[in-house]
């Protein structure tokens, strides 16, 4: 009889219980704004989209993102917002659960400094800065798996704007370029694998301009003039 009784009591608890548990997802403030832990599912499937915490309708704390994966959820962000402004610290993952990305997040803009990695790796493979507009601002640095730089390159608003450089895998200098609001305009070098100057010369919105020296080892062997694109001298 007594265990009979100890056996009804825990059900009696566990109803209680699976009752309070599904009574506290999903649900409202008095002021109508969701509150407490959320979930959604994609539509008309048991896969979970997202989850997480909401204080009277504003984001808290760590929510999870799920993609769709031959019909499973499958992890693809998780943001943690913070709970006095709009910030949330976040990563983007592969289907593989290898970080792609991580950075911050004002709403749906990047804000800050963002890493990219390398596919399967925890190498770098991009780092950028976004100002709070989520414009690219300041140096953008692209790299090798091996670690060492393969471009570098100043934006200001969002544009290329100032000096770029293009490096081979072995850090040898190919190219030396600038830029004013995503055009090039500037004087403007290429070089073979060997870092030897092959060519150089101005570029004004995107069109060479001016006169442009080329090289073979180390002697100019044309000159052109690319205002009009008559060649002013040849070697002969």
Do not use: P
């Amino acid at each position: 009889m007594k265990k009979q009784r100890l056996f009804t009591g825990i059900m009696v608890s566990l109803i209680c219980v699976m009752g309070f548990s599904q009574s506290a997802v999903n649900q409202y403030d008095a002021n109508g704004k969701r509150h407490g832990l959320w979930t959604k599912n994609y539509h008309n499937t048991d896969q979970v989209r997202y989850k997480g915490v909401f204080k009277h309708g504003k984001e808290v704390d760590s929510f999870k993102y799920y993609t769709l994966s031959s019909g499973k959820s499958v992890l693809s962000a998780v943001k943690v917002f913070r709970e006095k402004d709009s910030l949330a610290d976040v990563s983007f993952f592969a289907s593989n659960k290898k970080v792609i990305s991580e950075g911050k997040m004002n709403g749906k803009r990047f804000i800050g400094e963002w890493v990219f990695y390398h596919k399967n790796s925890s190498a770098k493979m991009i780092v950028e800065n976004y100002n709070d507009e989520g414009l690219l601002l300041g140096e953008r640095f692209v790299y090798y798996k091996n670690g060492l730089l393969a471009e570098s390159a100043h934006y200001k608003d969002g544009k290329l704007h100032g000096e770029a450089k293009w490096f081979t895998e072995q850090n040898k200098l190919i190219r030396q370029s600038y830029y004013k609001e995503d055009q090039l305009d500037g004087e403007t070098k290429y070089y073979d694998a060997d870092e030897n100057l092959t060519s150089e010369g101005e570029y004004t919105k995107d069109r060479k301009s001016g006169i442009w020296k080329y090289y073979q080892d180390g002697k100019v062997v044309r000159e052109v003039d690319h205002t009009n694109q008559k060649v002013i001298s040849k070697e002969q």
